[in-house]
């Protein structure tokens, strides 16, 4: 299992950028998949992002896609979530989430281990 710590959240206004960072420690990790996901007020944790550790494939929820980048630094063991044009429906707790498979799986369940999140408001 790994650890892991997420950083970088924060308040910005409509149209502004955060990035996000997770940063990864335990086990090697060459066949785990890393995921973004994000939980608003009253509402169910969502998929957000995800990216392979050791191909660097990548994919998105839809109404993400074209504004987010999710990347990774494997000197660092440091997973990025870059995020443009922001809206006031981003605004959430942003979890960065492991799993020990390379599958494009977006259900929270799939995943093994769980940052702690972090808060990210963008306001109207």
């Known amino acids: 299992q790994v650890q892991l710590v997420e950083s970088g959240g924060g308040l910005v206004q409509a149209g502004g950028s955060l990035r996000l960072s997770c940063a990864i420690s335990g086990r090697t990790f060459s066949s785990y998949a890393m995921g973004w996901f994000r939980q608003a007020p009253g509402k169910e944790r969502e998929f957000v992002a995800l990216?392979?550790?050791?191909?660097?494939?990548?994919t998105y929820a839809d109404s993400v896609k074209g504004r987010f980048t999710i990347s990774r630094d494997n000197a660092k063991n440091t997973v990025y979530l870059q995020m443009n044009s922001l809206k006031p429906e981003d605004t959430g707790v942003y979890y960065c989430a492991a799993k020990n498979n390379l599958a494009f799986i977006r259900t929270p369940g799939a995943y093994d281990s769980w940052g702690q999140g972090t808060q990210v408001t963008v306001s109207s």
């Open positions: 990216i392979t550790w050791s191909g660097g494939s990548t």
